[in-house]
């Protein structure tokens, strides 16, 4: 489904390892928990995917756009707030899962839209 939008055979591997990751069912899932837990230990590749994620270049537009077709697609109601339509990115409805929190310890936390109290507020988000 994604593999159409990475130019290089290496991108469409951790692409897919990546994905595998973020479904894995492990307790974190950063990089490093991900490469230790479904590659064994070789400590090497926790770098080349950290690169692959935060330095290949790749757009994300395209792949938004597709995401938002097949949400659309399968979950979409021509009633409901996802409609095939909906696919141009920035366009549709999300909420984000955010919290308030009253002090700013925890990471993530900061004067954001918050989609518990769906007001900007000072909340963590999630």
């Known amino acids: 489904m994604v593999a ?3 130019r290089r055979a290496e ?3 951790w692409s897919a390892f990546y ?3 973020q479904l894995a069912r492990l307790e974190r899932k950063t990089i490093e928990p991900m ?6 230990r070789p400590l090497e590749l926790i770098r080349t995917v950290q690169q692959f994620v935060g330095q290949s270049p790749w757009a994300i537009e395209p792949l938004i756009v597709q995401l938002e077709a097949v949400v ?3 979950l979409g109601d021509p009633e409901g707030v996802l409609t ?3 696919s ?8 984000g899962s955010g919290f308030p929190k009253r002090r ?3 990471a993530g936390v900061a004067w954001q839209y918050c989609g518990w109290s769906g007001k900007v507020d000072n909340c963590h988000a999630a």
Not at 88 to 95: E, H, I, L, M, Y
């Open 4 to 6: 159409p939008h990475f």
């Open 19 to 21: 994905r595998c990751g």
């Open 72 to 74: 659309a697609e399968t």
């Open 35 to 40: 490469v230790l837990e479904l590659l064994g």
């Open 88 to 95: 141009a990115v920035g366009a549709g409805v999300a909420d």
């Open 104 to 106: 700013q310890h925890s």
């Open 84 to 86: 095939r339509t909906c």
């Open 11 to 13: 991108q469409r591997c």
